[in-house]
């Protein structure tokens, strides 16, 4: 009898596959320095103050979206503040990766990406900064379908289970995989990343 063996994995195939991944993450996460993404010291800083208060005020939130993007951020300042710690004291006791995301989203000035920021500060185990050029390169290498320019708690959810997946094959934090895959979309794209 013959057995069909075309879904079975080849463990080399498989073992070089995530040698390719690791190597990708450790060049372009080297290279993140070189891009004009949110400085990881920074984020781990605001990480630092989050567990340590248990919620994010409104001044911090102000900085962790003027780190993600400048132009947008002045909107913060219109959340009062007992909402935005409560917001981000629920949001360290909600389940689930939509649910957290849609939460901080509530918030004004946080979009999906500028909302992952606060989610990677808090835990880069389990999140990571999500944006337009982290879609273009999960795109790239086959994890998602299309370009996109705007991003909502779903889209959050499509990107930050391949980075899952790529942090566990390779054995970096999410956050740092989001870092990798920002820089590298900054150091292949052509023209304007709009």
Known sequence: MDVDDSDATDPDATDSDATDL??????????????QGVLPERLDAFGERYRSQGHLTRDQLYEIAYESSTRSAYHVETNPEDRCREVTRNA???DGDFSVIHLITGLSGFKAPTASCVLAALDG???????TRVWA?????GYVDGRKESFDAADYVAMIEPIREIADRTGYRPVDVGYALFAHDDHVREGTLH
Not at 22 to 35: H, I
Not at 125 to 131: E, G, K, L, P
Not at 137 to 141: A, V
């Open 22 to 35: 690791e190597a990708f993450v450790a060049e372009y996460l080297e290279r993140y320095a070189e891009t």
């Open 92 to 94: 360290r006791a909600v």
């Open 125 to 131: 185990d389990r999140h990571a900064v999500v944006d």
């Open 137 to 141: 390169s999960l795109e790239r290498l």
